[in-house]
């Protein structure tokens, strides 16, 4: 555990990103952390690549310039894959953590070589996504199948918090991934590619059968959150911003209320969030 606090900043589109602070809190319970949901703008898994890298700077800055925070966690994996680099880019230097489909885990889960990616349109038809399935692929040969799947309209429906569309479109993407993979063997281990996913996990693991392994990303994000942060503890800018006081706070371009409740209803957090023109 960090010996002291940090103050991290988070965003995402809406509500899926609390599965990464879930795991942040769990890992770093010292640290202060400040999660900006951008509801007046999601989804962003169809929009366009231009929208997204253009809410990624405007927020960075904002949660910089305002709210001190020492690093950046892109809590989305569609944000990280269309628009990390260029965040990088204009915050050189600076820390800043991205979300991707956990491939490398699934690959080497997979017992049937046959690992399936539920994601956004956004993240799966990205070219960051797939430069890492080839390498992965290239690099396991022949053992090693990767198939994804884009699901519009998912990411919405856990927002909206509709349990029979999430149940429709859940069955609706395992059907079409399974159907698009008669040619490999029984696929086993099953990324979810979405920040948004994991709050749909129990459906996903009745619907996709007993012999299929979960994967997810948030306590692999949480923990290299950590290692990057003790790297950079003894500079004197992190000295200078080391929270004083852990918690969360909770920022919203939409609905602040439903996003409380979402972190309330998820991870059994009381904290009232606050609107934020951004
Ligand atoms: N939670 C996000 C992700 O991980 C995006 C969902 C969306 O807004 O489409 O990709």
Not at 174 to 186: C, R
Not at 205 to 210: A, N, V
Request: glycine letters at 8%; aromatic letters at 4%; a negative charge.
């Amino acid at each position: 555990m960090n010996p002291r606090g940090h103050t991290v900043g988070l965003f995402d589109s809406g509500v899926g990103g609390l599965s990464v602070l879930k795991a942040l809190l769990a890992d770093m319970p010292t640290s202060r952390f400040v999660y900006l949901a951008d509801g007046a703008h999601a989804p962003y898994g169809e929009r366009s690549p231009q929208h997204i890298a253009e809410r990624a700077h405007r927020i960075t800055d904002r949660l910089r310039e305002d709210f001190g925070i020492e690093a950046l966690v892109v809590a989305c994996n569609t944000a990280t894959a269309l628009a990390i680099e260029g965040l990088r880019a204009q915050h050189l230097g600076w820390p800043i953590i991205g979300v991707e489909p956990a491939l490398k885990p699934a690959a080497a889960l997979t017992r049937s070589g046959h690992v399936g990616v539920l994601a956004t349109r956004g993240t799966v038809e990205s070219e960051r996504f797939a430069r890492l399935r080839d390498r992965l692929q290239n690099e396991a040969s022949e053992r090693l199948h990767i198939r994804s799947q884009a699901c519009d309209g998912l990411a919405d429906a856990i927002e909206r918090d509709d349990p029979p569309a999430i149940r429709q479109l859940v069955r609706h993407y395992l059907g079409a991934l399974e159907s698009a993979s008669t040619d490999l063997p029984p696929m086993d281990t099953l990324v979810l590619g979405c920040t948004h996913y994991p709050f749909a996990s129990e459906v996903l693991q009745e619907l996709s059968g007993p012999g299929v392994t979960l994967v997810e990303t948030g306590a692999p994000v949480a923990r290299r959150t950590r290692t990057v942060l003790a790297g950079m503890s003894d500079t004197e800018d992190a000295a200078a911003m080391a929270s004083p006081n852990p918690g969360v706070t909770l920022l919203s371009t939409g609905n602040p209320y439903g996003l409380a409740e979402a972190a309330e209803h998820w991870l059994g957090l009381k904290a009232k969030a606050q609107r934020l023109d951004c």
